[in-house]
């Protein structure tokens, strides 16, 4: 058997993310891809296009997932959205909470790099925040509240959460066979019900749709594929070099700022290697910012009053732990959870636009008794 050169891989793994999230960045700095506005457009004018470009990216990244374990390439079973114990309620709760924060904040995990990447200020406060949150999730004071409360209620499922999973259990169908299928029919039907919308078929919304699907899906290769090791001469275990979860993993902006801040206050003790969770925030802000300063668009901003202040600390806080207790964010849980067809990803996608809805109508009241 050759010899398994493991820094190597992580160089290789470590690359691809830096290159996938750096044009990740800078698509969406072009394109306004952002789920809180999509909601906002939806809720506030009526526009769907932003929800569209969102909707198109899920059908992608469901049809590129389903392609990957067809081919033997990857295996979404092994992530961390895919356990067979279905936490519904930390789904519920964690979607609700990121949701409300995201309104709060000016936008999720991801809008807040690339907007610390195009000049905003109150971003940087919403990314300390938020990844002080997280880190109290998974770790710390917060991290007791969610073990002993929401994370105590769960269901045990008779196999891995995802449908191509559970289909395969009922049925005795090959389950790679049903990812492919299941992917290419709901992936399919989302892409189609969104390039159907009037006026949706521009150059940057198919860009935004069709570029963010792929990334999730071309990380899903970087760590499921490229970063894969059946058998790690260390442990004797298989191995997906460079992440925080020892499963495989694709875009996800919420515990990587908490590993992002462990990181940089750590920085000397060599146990803290770089990973990607926090390749992928510098790659998106170096991506956000190197688009923002070709196109003339990067603009310092800070904030307004002091309200503004603490709705962006709130916002943050709300979205580190929400986040954390939901296993991911808008593009954790409603784009790579959701490629794979787990259950809880769909939980998780649904109270997180609750959430959102909740927010606006939130500030409306508020703007209205402030009137």
């Excluded at 033997?72 to 909470?97: C, E, F, H, Q």
């Excluded at 962006?312 to 207790?325: C, E, Q, S």
Aim: charged residues 10%; contains cysteine.
């Amino acid at each position: 058997m050759p010899e398994i050169d493991i820094p190597a891989i992580t160089h290789t793994v470590l690359l691809g993310t830096f290159l996938l999230t750096f044009l990740f960045g800078a698509v969406l700095q072009r394109t306004h891809f952002c789920t809180m506005g999509a909601v906002s457009d939806i809720v506030n004018i009526g526009d769907w296009s932003r929800m569209r470009m969102w909707v198109l990216a899920i059908g992608v990244a469901m049809i590129g997932t389903g392609v990957l374990a067809w081919a033997g390439l990857i295996d979404p079973t092994r992530t961390i959205y895919t356990s067979a114990k279905l936490g519904w309620l930390s789904a519920a709760v964690g979607g609700l909470m990121f949701g409300f924060g995201m309104v709060l904040a000016s936008g999720c995990g991801s809008k807040t790099l690339v907007r610390i990447g195009a000049g905003n200020l109150k971003s940087l406060v919403v990314f300390v925040f938020l990844g002080l949150s997280a880190y109290m999730t998974l770790r710390g004071l917060f991290g007791v509240v969610r073990v002993n409360t929401v994370d105590a209620v769960a269901v045990t499922l008779p196999s891995t959460q995802d449908l191509p999973s559970l289909v395969a259990q009922a049925t005795g169908m090959a389950r790679s066979t049903l990812q492919l299928a299941l992917g290419l029919v709901l992936g399919g039907v989302l892409a189609v019900w969104a390039l159907l919308g009037n006026g949706f078929r521009t150059f940057d919304n198919l860009l935004g749709g069709v570029a963010v699907g792929l990334i999730i899906v071309g990380m899903w290769v970087v760590s499921g594929h490229l970063g894969y090791v059946p058998e790690d001469p260390n442990t004797l275990e298989e191995l997906f070099v460079a992440t925080n979860s020892g499963r495989m993993e694709s875009l996800s902006f919420v515990a990587p700022y908490a590993y992002t801040l462990d990181w940089l206050m750590m920085f000397s003790d060599k146990s803290k290697v770089l990973t990607i969770g926090i390749v992928s925030v510098f790659g998106v802000i170096a991506g956000a910012c190197a688009y923002a300063l070709v196109s003339r668009t990067f603009r310092w901003e800070g904030f307004g009053n002091a309200e503004d202040v603490a709705n962006h600390m709130v916002g943050g806080i709300l979205m580190g732990a929400g986040g954390v207790t939901a296993l991911g964010c808008t593009i954790g849980q409603g784009l790579s959870g959701v490629s794979t067809l787990a259950l809880g990803s769909f939980i998780v996608l649904a109270t997180i636009i609750a959430g959102a809805i909740l927010a606006f109508k939130y500030q409306m009241w508020r703007l209205e008794s402030m009137a």
